[in-house]
């Protein structure tokens, strides 16, 4: 089985596969703090829970936005799991042309959602991962990876708002019942969301007119992706199993000859 891991700046995805199926999926909340012992009987035991042994696992694949965590969950893959992980990085096979300025500036997590979406709906596709950030990324027919841009986060959003003003509560992020609102709270959520909704629909039709792509498939995954669902939506798919595919993926065009 091959378990994959996407260390994130807000949390710490993982999957396990056999056979290119799915069969668990788990996540953790990202601590620089933590140890690699602490990490690795985490790990231990939501496997087990789901009747996965340590010894099942024969091969790990990490990508990560997060430094700080790299060697500490490298330690603990080659310490609790006897193997040595491989990591998304420059020299890497990922079937696409990057075409970047320099790519070792481009986040692995970008790559990661790219090769999927590519390898899933082909191209042209446009895929946006609302996370802490929320990054956009175009694809060409050809699978080169032309560029795209990163803004804000939802959650990023509402703890600026909250944080930065005196009278204005923490909230929690889900859909407003409507446009107008008669609370704080919800006219914060009314606010962000609808907000948020606004700029990217602005985004991608931008994106399509610049590229000429008016028929490019959009593709959203992310923990916060669902909150920007909207009637006459301009994403075509929410994926939430995106990254955890596309490191599959990886994994199968390096090791496969």
């Keep these: 089985m091959l378990l994959v891991i996407d260390i994130g700046n807000t949390n710490i995805k993982m999957a396990v596969f056999d056979n290119d199926e799915i069969v668990m999926s788990l996540r953790l909340a990202t601590v620089t703090g933590k140890t690699s012992d602490e990490y690795g009987l985490n790990v231990k035991d939501l496997l087990t829970a789901g009747g996965i042994a340590l010894a099942d696992i024969t091969a790990v694949i990490m990508s990560s936005v997060n430094p700080n965590l790299n060697y500490t969950f490298e330690h603990m893959v080659r310490y609790y799991f006897k193997v040595k992980p491989m990591l998304v990085g420059a020299g890497i096979k990922t079937g696409l042309n990057i075409r970047y300025g320099d790519p070792k500036e ?152």
């Design 106 to 257: 481009l986040g692995s997590d970008r790559i990661v959602n790219s090769v999927a979406a590519y390898h899933t709906y082909g191209g042209p596709v446009i895929v946006i991962d609302c996370g802490t950030a929320t990054t956009f990324n175009v694809i060409s027919e050809k699978g080169e990876f032309l560029g795209g841009l990163i803004s804000f986060g939802l959650k990023t959003s509402a703890d600026a708002l909250s944080g930065n003003t005196a009278k204005l509560p923490k909230i929690e992020l889900v859909s407003p019942p409507s446009i107008v609102c008669k609370t704080t709270i919800t006219n914060m959520q009314s606010g962000i969301i609808n907000g948020f909704r606004g700029m990217v629909e602005h985004i991608i039709k931008k994106i399509k007119e610049e590229t000429g792509y008016k028929d490019a498939k959009v593709v959203a995954t992310g923990g916060l992706s669902e909150l920007i669902r909207a009637d006459g939506d301009a994403i075509d798919v929410f994926d939430r199993t995106l990254t955890l595919r596309g490191l599959n993926i990886i994994y199968k065009l390096n090791t496969q000859k």
